[in-house]
């Protein structure tokens, strides 16, 4: 089954900060890789977006603390997480999303204690 892999969840205090990755599977040159989060008892949000032409894009509630990146060479896109506050407690979803292709990873769960 063709999807990306997340990885580099975990727990972490207050104002601490951790960095997630995904791996595509197609290429992130062409496609657009979003960051997505959903809490408990809340619909999936999204987080923050890189298109194809390498425009960013983020959620309010993110801006200044997280920055979203690729590496074209490993064909990942990174999710720098900091200043991490209990409310950004979700499972973290990656998204690729290309000409006729739509897919999503399963998730890793990221858990800020206050």
């Known amino acids: 089954q063709v999807q990306p892999v997340e990885s580099g969840g975990g727990l972490v205090q207050a104002g601490g900060s951790l960095r997630l990755s995904c791996a595509a599977s197609?290429?992130?040159?062409?496609?657009?890789m979003g960051w997505y989060r959903q809490a408990p008892g809340k619909q999936r949000e999204p987080v923050a977006l890189?298109?194809?032409?390498?425009?960013?894009i983020y959620t309010d509630s993110v801006k200044g603390r997280f920055t979203i990146s690729r590496d074209n060479a490993k064909n990942t896109v990174y999710l720098q997480m900091n200043s991490l506050k209990p409310e950004d407690t979700a499972v973290y979803y990656c998204?690729?999303?290309?000409?006729?292709?739509?897919?999503w990873g399963q998730g890793t769960q990221v858990t800020v204690s206050s």
């Open positions: 197609g290429s992130i040159r062409i496609n657009v």
């Open positions: 890189i298109t194809s032409s390498g425009r960013l």
């Open positions: 998204r690729e999303s290309g000409s006729g292709s739509d897919y």
